[in-house]
């Protein structure tokens, strides 16, 4: 039987700190200041100094893969200058440090935090210059990491650069935010990652995997016009991305909506032969709410990839988290479907979870039985689709099992099966302590989830 990965996934900012440590060149999180209930980015969960213990916690829930990022800041000056050794050599050692504890590293390249200096010179990856910049620092740690490390991505949730998010994750800081512009990232998202893609299976026996963070959208009622935009929605933000990891190329629907509306994605001579040559491996997702559409509210001639701006509705007949994400756990299964039955590429979930404000009053443990029951009935669905519809699922990872930082950087949004104990305005002692799904999900993994079905 094929190994199943049960482990965590993160992002170096989210969770490292050490921002003025060892050599690191600054990144447009370093200069974020904090606000009400946003922490700034400087210490994380302090990582950096001290990964050990959270490890020690991996390897004791029968963890046996850890997805985590590699702060391009860290390992190359400003983005595009020398690289920093001392740098690389902390995760040299981290990679060590996993698998001494039978825990397999997994390397995500980007995880939004552009280099400042390449923000702030190029627009971040609207230009080739950093869509250079990035391919010549994967390869390089390709070569640095590539022959004991084997799973690999490069974006974190590469379809996010198909909608307005792009121009928060990209490094872009100045411009008016054109349809064109939003294209060109994308484009050079998807380039960069077809030719460290195309580096690694020259270079290496490694894998690697094209992510995307599955925006599943519902029509809002039966009415056509409601189907009509969900389709849309789900084939230029999902789709036309898987279409490119297994195809190598854009879908036809987007293609000719570029054609028609006049839409300059500057692509050069040589870039679609390099998408078309390239390779994944598996499919990899993050999935942890759906949403529904209605075409009322859907300005005439909005691009598909503005839909969910205007056309989002709340779906009644499910329900929601605090933060208003609703909890739909079949939803989970109806896209590992629609991505297997269509792609026949295995598949990697790769973050799931709930996010919850949570306290910890010093003594009694935290009992999350939501978290039990979020995580329970999403993974009997995954293997539901694995036992049921034949889908082909690599493993489970889980989103910051130890609390980390949200994306927004307030800590008070907490994903973890350990809390860890930090405001965001009081760094207190960062103290380690398990919550009540800690026990539930070391069974669950003993038992490589048959525990979930008792």
């Not at 942890?288 to 209605?294: D, F, R, V």
């Not at 029951?373 to 699922?393: P, Q, R, T, W």
Request: hydrophobic share 35%.
């Amino acid at each position: 039987m094929t190994q199943f990965f049960w482990g965590n996934s993160v992002s170096s900012m989210q969770t490292e700190g050490g921002w003025n440590q060892g050599g690191k060149s600054l990144s447009v999180y370093d200069i974020r200041k904090a606000s009400e209930n946003i922490s700034d980015w400087h210490f994380s969960n302090d990582n950096y100094n001290n990964y050990i213990e959270d490890f020690d916690y991996m390897k004791d829930l029968g963890m046996n893969m850890y997805r985590f990022q590699i702060s391009w800041s860290r390992v190359v000056v400003d983005g595009d200058g020398a690289f920093n050794e001392e740098g690389i050599a902390y995760y040299d050692k981290f990679i060590d440090d996993l698998i001494a504890r039978g825990i397999e590293p997994m390397i995500c390249l980007y995880h939004f935090d552009m280099p400042l200096h390449l923000a702030q010179k190029y627009n971040g990856f609207l230009s080739k210059e950093v869509k250079d910049a990035f391919v010549r620092y994967g390869k390089e740690m390709i070569n640095r990491f590539g022959s004991k490390v084997k799973y690999w991505l490069t974006f974190n949730e590469q379809n996010l650069f198909h909608f307005d998010k792009a121009f928060r994750i990209a490094g872009y800081l100045e411009g008016e935010r054109t349809i064109s512009e939003l294209y060109q990232i994308m484009h050079n998202a998807m380039i960069s990652h077809a030719e460290i893609c195309n580096y690694l299976h020259e270079t290496t026996n490694a894998q690697i995997g094209g992510m995307l963070a599955y925006n599943l959208a519902y029509p809002a009622s039966s009415k056509p016009e409601d189907i009509k935009v969900a389709r849309e929605w789900d084939e230029f933000v999902n789709m036309t991305l898987l279409d490119c990891y297994v195809h190598g190329e854009y879908s036809k629907h987007q293609m000719k909506f570029v054609e028609n509306n006049n839409i300059d994605m500057n692509i050069l001579p040589d870039e679609m032969e390099i998408l078309k040559a390239h390779k994944n491996d598996w499919l990899a997702f993050s999935y942890y709410a759906s949403t529904t559409l209605s075409a009322e509210n859907i300005p005439t001639g909005t691009a598909p990839n503005y839909y969910i701006n205007y056309g989002k509705q709340d779906n009644p007949h499910i329900g929601t988290t605090q933060w208003n994400w609703q909890i739909d756990p079949l939803g989970f299964r109806e896209i590992m479907n629609r991505m297997y039955q269509r792609f026949s590429l295995p598949l990697f979930p790769i973050e799931n979870g709930i996010g919850v404000q949570e306290e910890w009053d010093g003594v009694n443990m935290i009992e999350d039985d939501y978290r039990i029951e979020y995580m329970s009935e999403h993974l009997k669905e995954m293997f539901h689709a694995m036992n049921e519809d034949g889908v082909e699922i690599m493993g489970y990872l889980g989103w910051g099992l130890i609390d980390i930082m949200s994306s927004q950087g307030d800590m008070r949004k907490r994903y973890g099966l350990v809390f860890v104990n930090r405001t965001n305005e009081d760094l207190r002692d960062m103290k380690r302590v398990p919550k009540k799904s800690y026990a539930w999900f070391k069974e669950v993994t003993a038992t490589n989830g048959q525990s979930l079905f008792k």
